[in-house]
T-cell receptor, first 114, second 114 residues
Framework: DVKVTQSSRYLVKRTGEKVFLECVQD?????MFWYRQDPGLGLRLIYF?????MKEKGDIPEGYSVSREKKERFSLILESASTNQTSMYLC????WGDGTGELFFGEGSRLTVL | AQSVAQPEDQVNVAEGNPLTVKCTYSVSGNPYLFWYVQYPNRGLQFLLKYITGDNLVKGSYGFEAEFNKSQTSFHLKKPSALVSDSALYFC????????????FGSGTQLTVLP
C-alpha cells in the first residue's frame, strides 16, 4: 500500500513563527501536492511539484513556500505564520504515467496559529 | 480551467435507502473524475474514478458513480446506505492531457440515520 506520512498531526504556533510541515511518500511518485482544507471551501491547492527541485504554484500560494530536495519528501513552509493560516493541511502524491492516477493522501496536519 | 460543484452541503438518508451525492464539473476538454471519502480527522481515501469507457463506474464499499457527459455530472450512488457510510465526500476533476493536479469540490456531508 502507498503510504504518505505527514510529520505532525497537530501543531500550535504563534503569529510570526516559521512553520515547517513535512511529508514523505514511499511509492516513488513523481507528483506531490499540498492542499489546505477549510469548512465549506473544500480542498484548495497551495503548491505542487512534479520533480525534484521543481515546484508550481497552485490556487492559493500566498504566504507559503515549498521545498523538494528529494523525490520522496515535500515540505511546506510558512515563513511567518498568521492566524488566517489556521487550517487542516493535506499532503498527497500520485504517479504520473498516463495521467489517470489518483492522489494518495496523508492523514493531515491540523495547524492552529494563535 | 477546471472546476467542480457539489450543490449539497448536507445529505441525510435513512439506513437501507439508496443514496446519491451530486457532482457537476467544468473542463475545457475531456475529464478524469474522482470521488474521495473523508472520515473525521483523517485524510482523504480514494473511492473510484472515471477514466474512459463504461459510464457506470464501480468502486470501494459498494459505491458506484455515473458519468453523464451531456449533463457534465458524475453523481455518487449506493443502492443501500449504511450508518458507517456517514462521512464527508469530495468529488474531483482533472482535465485530460493538461493538468497534474486535481480540483476538488467543496464537499458533501453524508449522514445515514439508523
Amino acid at each position: 500500500d502507498v503510504k504518505v506520512t505527514q510529520s505532525s498531526r497537530y501543531l500550535v504556533k504563534r503569529t510570526g513563527e516559521k512553520v515547517f510541515l513535512e511529508c514523505v511518500q514511499d511509492m516513488d511518485h513523481e507528483n506531490m501536492f499540498w492542499y489546505r482544507q477549510d469548512p465549506g471551501l473544500g480542498l484548495r491547492l497551495i503548491y505542487f511539484s512534479y520533480d525534484v527541485k521543481m515546484k508550481e504554484k497552485g490556487d492559493i500560494p500566498e504566504g507559503y513556500s515549498v521545498s523538494r530536495e528529494k523525490k520522496e519528501r515535500f515540505s511546506l513552509i510558512l515563513e511567518s505564520a498568521s492566524t488566517n493560516q489556521t487550517s487542516m493541511y493535506l499532503c498527497a502524491s500520485s504517479f504520473w504515467g498516463d495521467g489517470t492516477g489518483e492522489l494518495f493522501f496523508g492523514e493531515g496536519s491540523r495547524l492552529t496559529v494563535l | 480551467a477546471q472546476s467542480v460543484a457539489q450543490p449539497e452541503d448536507q445529505v441525510n438518508v435513512a439506513e437501507g435507502n439508496p443514496l446519491t451525492v451530486k457532482c457537476t464539473y467544468s473542463v475545457s476538454g475531456n475529464p478524469y473524475l474522482f470521488w474521495y471519502v473523508q472520515y473525521p480527522n483523517r485524510g482523504l481515501q480514494f473511492l473510484l474514478k472515471y477514466i474512459t469507457g463504461d459510464n457506470l463506474v464501480k468502486g470501494s464499499y459498494g459505491f458506484e458513480a455515473e458519468f453523464n457527459k451531456s449533463q457534465t455530472s458524475f453523481h455518487l450512488k449506493k443502492p443501500s446506505a449504511l450508518v458507517s457510510d456517514s462521512a464527508l465526500y469530495f468529488c474531483a476533476v482533472r482535465e485530460r492531457g493538461s493538468a497534474r493536479q486535481l480540483t476538488f469540490g467543496s464537499g458533501t456531508q453524508l449522514t445515514v440515520l439508523p
